[in-house]
């Protein structure tokens, strides 16, 4: 089963103000993933301790896909926390089975370089401001006030590549999800014919945490992400 990159999927909006409530400290959420009659458990767990912040994610997979193919996949991000909310300084892509495809970004705010390594090739590129990746990218959004936006722009690396992503925005929406029923903002990226269109539910009263998202494929093949458990601490 191949996923989406975008899985993610992760977003920023550089010129945002703080969120109104302040964001917690310690998540733990699980997600369901679909595709094609296949499944996969994503379990996450994001930790503050002062100003900086710890993310894991392990993708394991489950019923005919853990037969077929039994690999985890693990993502690491690890960074500074501040005024405008995450910034990451490494983030870690690593399969258990295919070490070919792992993938490894490093970030020099300094230098302001980015460093990408995948598939034993290493490239350095210019790091634009307020750029995530796409496991920060996921927690970034409790650090945006998006009450009044109607458009997010933002640069993500997966670690193999650096793009800038844009998405339109709608408020006051509803989602239901296997751990509940949420008010939502809606992005969608407004996919051109023939491009991958991206759709990220955020729940509001839970600091805008994603609680599902569909990747549109230009083939027409969906992937479906969805909260099926949430535990925040203050």
């Known amino acids: ?20 409530a302040a964001p917690p400290v310690s998540v733990r959420a699980t997600y369901d993933v ?19 912040y710890t993310l894991s994610s392990v993708w394991t997979p489950v019923g005919l896909l853990a037969i077929l193919k039994p690999e985890k996949i693990l993502i690491d991000s690890s960074g500074l926390i501040g005024k405008q909310g995450l910034q990451p300084l490494l983030l870690d892509h690593r399969r ?9 970004a490093e970030f020099d705010w300094n230098n302001k370089q980015l460093t990408l390594t995948h598939q034993a090739q290493r490239k350095v590129v210019a790091l634009p401001a307020g750029t995530q990746d796409r496991l920060s990218v996921m927690y970034q959004f409790m650090f945006l006030s998006l009450q009044n936006a109607d458009t997010l ?4 690396t997966n670690g193999s590549k650096l793009d800038n992503y844009h998405y339109a925005i709608t408020h ?11 008010k939502a903002i809606y992005l969608d990226n407004q996919a051109k014919p023939g491009e991958s ?15 599902k998202m569909i990747v549109t494929e230009a083939n027409g093949d969906q992937f479906t992400q ?9």
Not at 1 to 20: D, G, N, S
Not at 197 to 211: F, G, S
Not at 226 to 234: A, G, H, I, Y
């Open 1 to 20: 089963m191949k996923l989406p990159l975008q899985a993610l999927a992760w977003l920023m909006l550089c010129a945002a103000a703080p969120a109104f």
């Open 34 to 52: 679909y595709k094609s009659g296949l499944q996969v458990e994503i379990k996450e767990t994001y930790t503050r301790d002062k100003d900086r």
């Open 96 to 104: 258990e089975l295919d070490e070919s495809k792992n993938s490894r």
């Open 153 to 156: 722009d933002f640069p993500m």
């Open 172 to 182: 006051n929406q509803t989602v239901k999800v296997p751990a509940g029923e949420f």
């Open 197 to 211: 269109r991206t759709e990220i539910w955020l729940a509001t009263q839970y600091h805008n945490l994603p609680c």
């Open 226 to 234: 969805v909260l099926s458990k949430l535990d925040t601490r203050p």
